[in-house]
């Protein structure tokens, strides 16, 4: 009898571009940080990078600016630039994404004042978070080092007597983000000549859990020297690879196939949730490939 065992070999894959979540209260660093970076593609929700000094940062290192005015407090903004960026050839390494506190709670706010009266049980919520889901999946195909700053929340809970207490500084933040990606840092600023991290949650060898490392002393902006270093600088400065997308021809013969042959669309529609897509045309030609082989094959079964 045939095994039903669908296991593979473990697969040592490289470690790719960094996906990681900066958090900490205003002003500690977190976007002087980010925006060190190579070649940054910055995506201001908060329009506190149209001031001077951050637009020279941008300027010196090369990198581009997206701000309110451009439509940035939308998730389909992002979105959509981020499928540009994973399709298009360009110059940028990676993407900052600031803030993404501001993004989900406009979200939030806009389906509150949608719902009315009817806002119970967190439904303003509900959109927010599906949008942030929809946001990962593109942010885990995108062949760039992506960078999330969000601010900080305070998690209370109870002592032993039954009292309000602060236990943990947390990221104000969709409270499943940093556990779809590989790292979270929350940065402080202890005094005027240091700056810090601390990592909050990993899943990278270069960054041990709980571990606290400076990025800055006195004058001297280590941040990203020292990041890199933990993380391979090779990886994080390696050359962008677009995503090919499915021919126009492929998705014909998608469309083709699927006109003569008996299809569940229930079936259909967790085949476009797995690929994280809306319409065949958003495919990797290798996924287009292999759709138009599955459905070659149901023909002849």
Same mark, same amino acid.
């Given at each position: 009898m045939a095994s039903k065992l669908k296991a593979k070999e473990p697969e040592i894959k490289p470690?790719?571009?960094?996906?990681?979540?900066f958090f900490g209260k205003t002003g500690v660093g977190k976007t002087k940080l980010a925006l060190n970076f190579p070649k940054p593609y910055y995506y201001d929700s908060e329009g506190g990078a149209r001031l001077g000094h951050y637009q020279q940062?941008?300027?010196?290192?090369?990198?581009?600016?997206?701000?309110?005015?451009?439509?940035?407090?939308?998730?389909?903004?992002?979105?959509?630039?981020?499928?540009?960026?994973s399709t298009e050839q360009h110059e940028f390494k990676t993407l900052v994404i600031d803030s993404v506190t501001k993004m989900f709670q406009t979200a939030v706010q806009e389906e509150s004042e949608r719902l009315g009266t009817k806002d119970v049980f967190g439904a303003s919520? &509900?959109?927010?978070?599906?949008? %942030?889901?929809?946001?990962?999946?593109?942010?885990?195909?995108?062949?760039?080092?992506?960078?999330?700053?969000?601010?900080?929340?305070?998690?209370?809970?109870?002592?032993?007597?039954g009292q309000r207490v602060?236990?943990?500084?947390?990221?104000?933040?969709?409270?499943?983000?940093?556990?779809?990606?590989?790292?979270?840092?929350?940065?402080?600023?202890?005094?005027?000549?240091?700056?810090?991290?601390?990592?909050? &949650?990993?899943?990278?060898?270069?960054?041990?859990?709980?571990?606290r490392f400076d990025l800055m002393r006195g004058k001297d902006d280590i941040g990203y020297a020292e990041f890199a270093k933990r993380y391979g600088k090779d990886f994080i400065e390696?050359?962008?690879?677009?995503?090919?997308l499915a021919t126009e021809e492929q998705v014909a013969e998608i469309n083709r196939l699927l006109g003569i042959i008996k299809t569940d669309e229930k079936?259909?529609?967790? %085949?476009?949730? &797995?690929?994280?897509?809306?319409?065949?045309?958003?495919?990797?030609?290798?996924?287009?490939?292999? %759709?138009?082989?599955?459905?070659k094959g149901k023909m002849t079964a």
């Open positions: 470690l790719g571009k960094s996906k990681s979540l940062w941008l300027k010196d290192v090369g990198g581009k600016y997206l701000g309110p005015e451009d439509g940035t407090r939308s998730f389909s903004t992002l979105i959509e630039q981020i499928d540009a960026l919520k &509900k959109p927010a978070t599906s949008l %942030m889901r929809k946001l990962i999946a593109r942010v885990d195909r995108l062949d760039m080092n992506v960078i999330f700053i969000a601010h900080e929340a305070t998690e209370w809970g109870k002592d032993d007597t602060e236990i943990a500084k947390i990221p104000d933040a969709y409270d499943k983000l940093s556990h779809e990606l590989d790292l979270t840092l929350r940065i402080e600023r202890p005094s005027p000549v240091l700056r810090t991290a601390t990592v909050y &949650k990993t899943r990278l060898t270069g960054f041990p859990d709980g571990e390696a050359a962008v690879v677009p995503i090919v079936e259909l529609d967790k %085949m476009k949730t &797995k690929l994280d897509i809306d319409e065949w045309t958003e495919m990797r030609t290798e996924d287009a490939a292999k %759709m138009v082989s599955w459905l």
